[in-house]
Nanobody, 116 residues
Framework: QVQLVESGGGLVQPGGSLRLSCAASGFIFRGYVMRWYRQVPGKERELVAT????????TYADSVRGRFTIARDNTKDTVYLQMNSLKPEDTAVYYC?????????WGQGTQVTVSS
């Protein structure tokens, strides 16, 4: 059974940092591209960062490039999102995800709130 479990969210002041984790199980993690998305109520889910399965090539949304870093540890079946220089507009629920065939799988999400 495929499972994605995010953790690491919380309340942080502007300029602060958080590291999100997504623990995967039920599939061959190292073989899949992994993505982080975020969503604010009333808005569409936004793709934040992507990491490839092989070389670990990364891509980022313009809004987070230079501040966020996606990484993966295939020995732990875990993908991370290091978030630095956080801004109030980064406040959202963050989800990890991957496409398995025709199905996109999602975790339950973790809330990140950036506020003073």
């Amino acid at each position: 059974q495929v499972q994605l479990v995010e953790s690491g969210g919380g309340l942080v002041q502007p300029g602060g940092s958080l590291r999100l984790s997504c623990a995967a199980s039920g599939f061959i993690f190292r073989g899949y591209v992994m993505r982080w998305y975020r969503q604010v109520p009333g808005k569409e889910r936004e793709l934040v960062a992507t990491i490839s399965s092989g070389s670990g090539t990364t891509t980022y949304a313009d809004s987070v490039r230079g501040r966020f870093t996606i990484a993966r540890d295939n020995t732990k079946d875990t993908v991370y999102l290091q978030m630095n220089s956080l801004k109030p507009e980064d406040t959202a629920v963050y989800y990890c995800s991957f496409w398995g065939g025709q199905t996109q799988y999602w975790g339950q999400g973790t809330q990140v709130t950036v506020s003073s």
